[in-house]
């Protein structure tokens, strides 16, 4: 056990190397493109790894990257202390659940910051609009538009016109948000912004006709969602009702579980039905995500 909790510790170290490897060659200048620099990329912190800023990001989640390097070293520490308590199967088998659930508690907060940067973004692009109609330009009326809005959104739009203020225009910066965070939607935006600039026309009208698509978009979500509530309910039950019976059962007579652990063709029928659970779990999870 004690070589087994070194070579996780060696392992550990290895990756951390790795990953400060990849973050510099990622800051190197000769390896950046116009089509892929990041302003914003280069004020980050050189001891953070680039693959937990894209995986953060990718989740649509303002969450410092040390929360999540904090989390992974405290899951690793705990898998250790496992192996030298249980056996290494069933230690393993808890971190890989530790790291799901991780996975799954990270995505559900970044679909909901996302679910709530949507809900703000109509609101948000009329006031632009009543800004335009005014006669400001278009950067001015985003900027001064961002008084009145918070939340997602805000995080978004200031990290938006940061980048405009590093140098690059305002619709490549709505389209490094639209990569970084997944949104189809403020990909839509940079578009029509880059149209304008290129040829011209009203913007107004454009971002009138994005409010009414977000906002037929936002009903048509809010329908499927009540018609499959059922089916998402279903999956609730199917997803908690075997953990559930496992609890139940071994309130009433744990000696049977503990005694089909200790059985060898028992203990791998236990750890065969907790792969399963997790990967049921995973796959209703996916199937329900999708809809």
Same mark, same amino acid.
């Given at each position: ?21 990849? @973050? ?15 302003? $914003?990329?280069? #004020? ?8 937990? *800023? ?8 303002? $969450?410092?990257?040390?929360?999540? !390097? ?7 520490? +705990? &898998?250790?202390?496992?192996? %030298?308590? *249980? ?33 703000? $973004? ?8 009543? /800004? ?5 330009? =278009? ?28 140098? +690059?225009?305002?619709?490549?910066? &709505?389209? /490094? ?21 290129? %040829? ?10 994005? =409010?009414?698509?977000? #906002? ?5 979500? /809010?329908?499927?969602?009540? @018609?499959?509530?059922?089916? /998402?309910?279903?999956?609730? *039950? ?7 019976? !496992?609890? $139940?059962? %071994? ?10 652990? #200790? ?10 039905? &907790?792969?399963? @659970? *997790?990967?049921?779990? &995973? ?9």
């Amino acid at each position: 056990m004690i070589l087994i909790g070194a070579s996780l510790l060696m392992c550990m170290a290895g990756l951390v190397l790795v990953l400060a490897g990849k @973050q510099e060659s990622a800051t190197a200048p000769a390896a950046e493109t116009e089509d892929t620099f990041d302003p $914003l990329a280069s #004020r980050r912190s050189r001891w953070t790894p680039e693959i937990i *800023v894209k995986y953060l990001n990718g989740l649509g989640l303002n $969450l410092a990257p040390a929360i999540v !390097i904090a989390a992974l070293v405290i899951e690793s520490v +705990l &898998f250790v202390i496992l192996a %030298f308590a *249980v056996e290494l199967s069933l230690a393993f088998l808890a971190y890989v659940a530790m790291l799901l659930t991780t996975h799954l508690t990270l995505q559900a907060l970044g679909t909901r910051q996302k679910r709530m940067l949507l809900l703000a $973004l109509p609101s948000f692009l009329n006031q632009v609009s009543r /800004r335009l109609s005014s006669g400001v330009s =278009v950067e001015h009326a985003f900027t001064d538009s961002m008084e009145n809005i918070e939340g997602p959104l805000e995080l978004a739009m200031r990290r938006i016109m940061q980048r405009v203020g590093l140098g +690059l225009e305002l619709h490549q910066a &709505f389209e /490094r948000e639209a990569r970084a965070n997944g949104l189809k939607e403020l990909l839509i935006i940079s578009t029509a912004l880059h149209i304008n600039e290129q %040829f011209g026309g009203s913007i107004r009208a454009v971002l009138d006709d994005i =409010v009414h698509i977000l #906002r037929l978009d936002d009903q048509g979500k /809010r329908e499927l969602s009540a @018609q499959t509530g059922e089916t /998402r309910i279903t999956a609730l *039950v199917l997803s908690i009702l075997p953990i559930a019976m !496992i609890a $139940l059962l %071994f309130s009433m007579n744990p000696e049977f579980l503990l005694q089909m652990w #200790r059985d060898s063709f028992g203990k791998q029928l236990l750890v065969a039905a &907790f792969a399963m @659970q *997790v990967l049921g779990v &995973f796959s209703l999870w996916r199937l329900v995500r999708s809809i």
